[in-house]
């Protein structure tokens, strides 16, 4: 009985997880007639995907999406190798100022965004960035420090013994980098991209106030713009939303195993 | 913070030590060779997000309208801002979204933790399903989240029709608008929460259980004297971590009501982007954003020492 009752309430924590996400496509996938109607729940019968070709073509998403995916790619790319670069200096090489600089990365990881916005958005119109794809990805691009913190502590956990060996053979230290440490690290570097990927993809606050035209203009940016004009056609504001929810619960799904394991242990040390 | 102070910085004192007496060339070498490995991220480092910070800080001491020249005021802003009931309205508003969130966030995600802390058939595909809303883009609920409250079109008035309650109209009622948007929120976080809560359940160990169990203990009284105690370390961090992040919320405001109705949406990050970017008074917003960080930090630290109390279990 009470095994029942504890299946129930987990039926309906999961039931609620993926509510928005179906009510969203199915509505998104209805007549607009239908979707202005006060029945919400009702399914999609005839299912049309009229609302997705409208917004592709007639307001650009596919332009917005493309926008986005150039964002997300280029600083995930730029976190993932140059996160990897600094995290194999902090985690495995010893120098002068190693410990203390460790420290001041770790520090600034309690900044707020907003809280170097201006001055953020001052240099990079000093360097005359404003409105390109160079000054929407630039500041992103170098690796964060929770992205080489993530790196660190998992180089840390691949025994000495492999590098020792290598270096006795003569490999140099990229050598040791490149050919044993990133392939026992995919696992970790598979979800760093991964989380990267999805917050960028996710990211509104920079992109508004660095682009300010449609050809720079990002899905976020995009869906805020769309809903702001046409607020109350649901049917079109739905289909945007889907269309820029929808690819990355497939990228989340192909690497949710490394991702709930890692989201896992950001709560232990 | 439990994450920074469980790093171990020394690499081996043994090898420190071996290094010391090897001749100065390689060690020169390693230096430079350490130092290419860091280029990249440390000039992004300094350029994106130390001298922002140290700018930040003196920004807030001009009056400056992004063109022409800046003008020294000294402190005139933070004079300014203390006098401006808009801004202790964002304050309180932004403390409000926080309490609504916070607490609901972590006492659902803890109930679940303990649900799903157990041998289950299915229970690894129900962590997956509970993380989907944690990837979900913001302004995209946001979206969402109007029309399901949408007073006609909407879901939820449309449910509470069905058993002969008028809804509100959520988002323009003063009343509503913020508990709305604390909702995407929670229903964004809880999953995410509840999986480093329950890594931390299953970090106790079993025999504790049993051995209070032959004491005759009853659950609930297993849950205050074991559970909760060794669990202070994660619920700290998801404390901290949910906190930190709550108090800067903003895409959500930002599509669903533009601070309003009547501002009573209109959180610190909105008032500070709406200072800065709608009516460039860079100043004036940089010492707001100085403002929304030492109310973060006061918090942390407060959380901090209300943490550091704990007793430490050694189990090994």
Redesign the interface.
Known sequence: MKRIALYLALFAGAVVSVAPYLMTLNSALKEPAQVLTTRAWSPALPVTFENFAQVWSEYDMSGFLLNSLLYAGAVTAGQVVFSTMAAYAFGRMSFPGRDALFWGYLATMMVPQIVTLVPLFLITREMGLIDTYLGLILPAAFGTPYGIFLVRQYFRTIPRDLEAAAHIDGAGTWTVLVRIMLPLSRPILATLATITFITTWNTLLWPLIITNSDATRVVTLGISALKGQYSSQYHLILAASAMALLPLLAIFLAFQRHIVRSIALTGLK | ????D??S?R?GTA??QR?ARRPLAPRIR??V???I??A??????L???????F??AV?SLFDWN?MGAPSFVGLANYRELAADPEVWRAVLNTIYYVLLNIPAQTVLAL??AL??NRRMRGGKA???????????????????????F?P????VN?LL?LVGIDGPNWLTDPAWAMPVIASVNI?QYT??TM??????LQ?IPHQLYEAAAIDGTTPVQRFFTITLPLLR??LF??LVTNT?GS??I??TV??MTQGGPGGATDVL?FH??QQ??QLFR?GY??AL??V??GL??LI?AAQFLYFRKRTVYDFS
């Not at chain 2, 350029?47 to 910070?53: K, T």
């Not at chain 2, 006609?152 to 879901?155: H, L, N, T």
């Open positions: 913070m439990n994450v920074i469980n790093i910085l690499g090898r420190g290094r390693a230096l060779e350490a130092y490995l860091l990249p991220s440390l000039a992004g480092f350029l994106f997000l130390v001298a922002p910070i700018g930040v920004l992004l109930l679940l649900a799903l129900l962590r997956v399903i509970f993380v989907l809303p944690w990837m979900a883009m913001p302004v995209a609920l946001g979206v969402i989240w109007t029309w399901v949408d006609r079109y909407g879901a449309q029709g229903w999953g995410y999986l480093i809560l329950l890594a931390g970090a370390p994660s961090f998801v930190i108090f800067q903003f895409d930002f599509v990050n500070i982007y800065g970017f860079s917003a940089s954003a100085m929304l960080f973060i930090l942390t």
